[in-house]
């Protein structure tokens, strides 16, 4: 019934929505005097700030048509390399004959398209292969197309790393650390030809009794039949996936927002300002933004629930005690991060993340500890919040050198970066190298030292 009400309540704003817009339109118009004036400015602002706020916005293009790469600048053409009904691989094929690291970046499924890692992609493109898993927007899926949990999230990941093959390195950000750790697990175990050369966990999960953020709190203080009851419901007959149950993506955002709700008035009160001013560059990167992070899809419910429980109430991964169902044979495999050898490991966390705070991404070494030290790397990112790990100024300048060396290190058989590129954006020095990558003991202890009182009560 939720569902059906936030969409009555977008319909009955439509009049006001359509007149809002009519009237920004009328008085932004160079060919209108009044456009020219702060009362013009005013009322052109006030209408669009209506219109903005009545508005869904609908899934983004990557829009990623070029890179550079020396330079000079290279086509890039964004390829369908496989379809689920859940998920499509998609490939950024670079019109060059260099022969750079294959990629394969894990985008969240979490409220947000991948899109939300345009700049991720982008900032990757000069000097790798990039592929991105691209979930699909659950109430767009047929009730009659198969059944999505955690479980069938591994699987999908387990076939993408065999189709790419061994010379592959993943990145997982945010939410599917989890189950890029537990597809390697498994692959290791199993003794996969095709295990990645290496995985880069970013900002996630693994281990979230570490330390303790408002999404840990709410997750480990109420059970699982509260989030069925209160978080989960069905998508309207009048979509693709009528009758699906869902974790709706409004309902995520409307958490998303609320975690941080005085700085995104802020940020809205300083657009305004900026639209009254005629600050056009100031708002037209407010809206690239929010035109992003307002753009939402649904989720499906068991897969939310079973990663509610497994990866925030059970623990189960960094407990020894998650397992993975074969879809095929319904045979019960255990994920053992211990049997991963050949994978090498780059954890990367940010001083200010207030979603996978400090601890919990690290806790990855813990796990792994069969993993050569010299192939177990750390970036701990200063003064950077969660989206700013992979998004911004810090993520070009100083985390994606910190991933593309650690990359290029573990694989010796791609081309050299070329000195324009290296000139534009160094890797990091020696010293910051040395201080962040061999500090895993130091890391470990630091784990140890600081774990919650509810992480010691468990393994107690």
Known sequence: MLYHLHDLQHVAMTPFRIQAELTRTVFQSPWNPLSYTQTGRTIAATAEMIE??????????????ETFIDGKKVDVVENIIVEKPFCRLLHFQR????NDPNILLVAPMSGHYATLLRGTVK???????VYITD???ARQVPLAEEYFNLDTYITYLREFMSLLGPQTHVIGVCQPVVPVMAAISLMASENDPNQPLSMTLMGGPIDTRVSKTEVTELAETR????????AVHDVPFYY????????????QLGGFMSMNLDRHVG??????????????????????FYNEYLSVMDIPA?????????????HLLPRGLMKWKDPLSGELMDVRPQDIKKTAILTIEGEKDDISARGQTTAAHELCYSIPQNKQYHHFQLDCGHYGIFNGRRWREHIMPRIRHFIRQMDKGVDPIPEKDLKKIPDASPEQYNRDVHGIAAVRRWLRENRSESFKETVD
């Open 267 to 288: 940020s809205y009160m300083t657009f305004y300002k900026h639209l009254v001013q005629g600050d056009g560059d100031s708002a037209e990167a407010h809206r690239k």
């Open 52 to 65: 903005r706020g009545t508005r869904h916005f609908g899934r983004p293009n990557f829009g990623l048509a």
């Open 135 to 137: 979930w699909e927007d």
């Open 223 to 230: 059970p699982t039949r509260w989030f069925e009851q209160n």
């Open 302 to 314: 068991e897969f939310y629930l079973q990663t509610v429980d497994t990866v925030f109430q059970r």
């Open 240 to 251: 693709p996936g009528a009758f699906r149950r869902v974790y709706p993506g409004f309902l």
């Open 123 to 129: 900032a990757l493109l000069p000097h790798h292969n």
């Open 95 to 98: 019109k060059t004959k260099r």
